[in-house]
């Protein structure tokens, strides 16, 4: 290789020197033209996972506010619940979900738990003394 001073004038080679500058442009063209394909793609994939998380978001809230809530009137629901013969209802009460209804059969405590919306029975019990 030969040192080009500061003095000396360059020579612009022709067409073989075009052509090797030629050459890595190109290459570093290329090279920038699949990083600038790559970082498009991470954009792309990026943006629709965005959108996804988005459209999650959105879905449950909105299931939250139409399905979820109890509307604004109140259903009016109508049971008749059947106690055993004798029975006295000593105390009822409503806690979250649930009604609690305290009963005196026959001189036996019993609590009966039911289900606010279905009125179905869903736990008993009973106290008794020991003989």
Known sequence: ??????????????????????????????????????????????????????????????YRVFCAADGGAAATTEAVIILPKGARVVTSTVADDRIVVTLDVAGSTEIRTFNLKTFREIGRIRFAIEP
């Open 1 to 62: 290789m030969n040192k080009i001073t500061a003095g000396e004038a360059q020579s612009d080679g022709g067409e073989a020197g075009s052509a090797r500058l030629a050459a890595p442009t190109a290459e570093v063209d290329a090279v920038a033209a699949r990083m600038v394909v790559r970082v498009r793609s991470l954009m792309i994939i990026s943006g629709l996972t965005t959108l996804l998380a988005i459209a999650a978001v959105v879905a449950v809230i909105g």
